[in-house]
């Protein structure tokens, strides 16, 4: 099992920069892959990005260019950098952990581990 804590959300303009890291402890992080999932009031937990233990990444249309994810294996997190935040992308920010060793998935239902969240909302 992997345990994780989001840190870094919080309140900033439009056009802003947050930077979200989740802490792991556990030791199957190292081969894990983590991902990034974010839900708005109402709205299900949508797939945001995700990298292998080796550093394959994969984004959602919506955020490519902006969105950065990355991990440092030695420290045990994982970095999620927000670039020219938008209104939409205001959301509860969730990292999640996927046991199975070099999939790549943004399917939810396949990541075996959740952190609690950190909200970020941007404003207009």
């Known amino acids: 099992q992997v345990q994780l804590v989001e840190s870094g959300g919080g309140l900033v303009q439009a056009g802003g920069s947050l930077r979200l890291s989740c802490a792991a402890s556990?030791?199957?992080?190292?081969?894990?892959?983590m991902g990034w999932f974010r839900q708005a009031p109402g709205k299900e937990r949508d797939f945001v990005a995700a990298i292998t233990w080796n550093g394959g990444t994969t984004y959602t249309d919506s955020v490519k260019g902006r969105f950065t994810i990355s991990r440092d294996n030695a420290k045990n997190t994982v970095y999620l950098q927000m670039n020219t935040l938008k209104p939409e992308d205001t959301a509860g920010y969730y990292c999640a952990a996927d046991r199975a060793i070099g999939t790549l998935s943004r399917n939810k239902y396949d990541y075996d581990d959740w952190g609690q969240g950190t909200q970020v909302t941007v404003s207009s």
């Open positions: 556990g030791r199957t992080f190292s081969r894990a892959t």
